[in-house]
């Protein structure tokens, strides 16, 4: 994979065919635009390159009261490109000063001089530039003028689909995991350090891992316990666990933690990364009249989590 994060730093590419977009959560509508971009590069002989932002533009231009977090991080989002089939990916850095360009400079300082593009690609909603003016439109109008060619992916191919990320964010708020996942066409992830805890798990029979994320802008499910594959950098393998996200109110805790329980594993892995993939919600979180009944309860939490769990081996 090649990734470009200096837009004056650009090769010539070879019949460039390019989409545009921030491709958060690389879900499956994005795979249909993924898609097209390869195939018609390969009609032309061309290139793909796929052109996303870093912050996501929300996080730039957006009038939100609340902080938008994303699905995954920049590291993530190339990995799953880059498993999609494109070798080419150029990042721009979005700032104010880029998202108030006219539309018009966007087409010709930008697509034009930067790509060069023999075919551009585009959802029928992408909009660019100042005021999100630019759309499709404006793109074909100018095609003539530039000598490119541009092609519109029909709502209703993307819209059959019903999905977005912002509906993937939605679902995971509400700890729908499984339609999460369906419309990623992936796991969840969440990865982070494990940093010291109260080890009241270990007390309980139950150790935990403490993790600490290391995107403070990524998603975090909603409050509760799951089922959830676990790796990390000191083990190799997959392992079974389940997974708590909150406020441990049986014990009156206060602040929201994420702790997982993993499955036959005892080794040492305090101050190492570990990467968590969220497979089915269990429940809800729930203040416990005692220790025992919360015993009682993770008991039969691990008894569901190795049935859903079953079909997945190390």
């Known amino acids: 994979m090649h990734l470009y994060n200096d837009i004056t730093l650009l090769p010539v590419f070879r019949n460039a065919v390019i989409t545009i977009g921030t491709f958060d959560g690389v879900h499956e509508g ?8 390869i195939n018609e590069a390969e009609l032309v002989k ?6 996303t932002f870093y912050p996501h533009p929300k996080q730039v231009v957006g009038q939100y009261k609340k902080p938008v977090f994303v699905l995954n991080t920049q590291e993530e989002k190339y990995r799953l490109l880059e498993s999609k ?16 360009q006219p539309p018009e400079t966007y087409i010709k300082d930008f697509i034009v001089e930067k790509f060069h593009p023999h075919t551009i690609i585009i ?7 100042r005021n999100r003016e630019g759309d499709y439109k404006l793109l074909e ?5 530039y000598q490119y060619k541009v092609k519109e992916i029909p709502e209703y191919i993307l819209k059959s689909s019903i999905i977005s990320s912002t509906k993937i964010r939605e679902a995971l708020l509400t700890g729908e995991i499984d339609i999460a996942n369906e419309f990623l066409g992936y796991a969840y992830t969440l990865s982070g350090k494990v940093t010291e805890g109260k080890k009241l798990g270990r007390t ?14 990524k998603l975090i499910p909603a409050k509760g316990i799951y089922a959830v594959m676990v790796k990390t950098e000191a ?10 996200i909150g406020t441990n109110p049986t014990v009156d805790g206060k602040v929201q933690t994420l702790e997982v329980n993993i499955f036959d594993f005892d080794a040492d892995i305090y101050n190492t990364d570990i990467e968590v993939s969220f497979i089915k919600k269990l429940r809800n979180e729930e203040k416990f009249n005692s220790l025992q009944e919360l015993v009682v309860q993770m008991k039969l939490d691990k ?12």
């Open 85 to 100: 089939g494109i070798d080419h990916i150029v990042c721009v850095p979005f700032t104010k000063t880029f998202a108030e």
């Open 30 to 37: 994005h795979s249909r635009i993924i898609s097209q971009l």
């Open 46 to 51: 061309g290139t793909p390159v796929v052109i």
């Open 303 to 314: 008894i569901d989590t190795l049935n859903i769990l079953k079909e997945y081996n190390k």
């Open 141 to 145: 109008d100018a095609a003539h003028t």
């Open 235 to 244: 083990v190799p393998g997959r392992f079974k666990g389940m997974m708590s």
């Open 123 to 129: 959802g029928y909603d992408h909009r660019f530039g």
């Open 204 to 217: 309980l029979g139950y150790p935990t891992a403490n993790m600490a994320i290391h995107h403070p802008s």
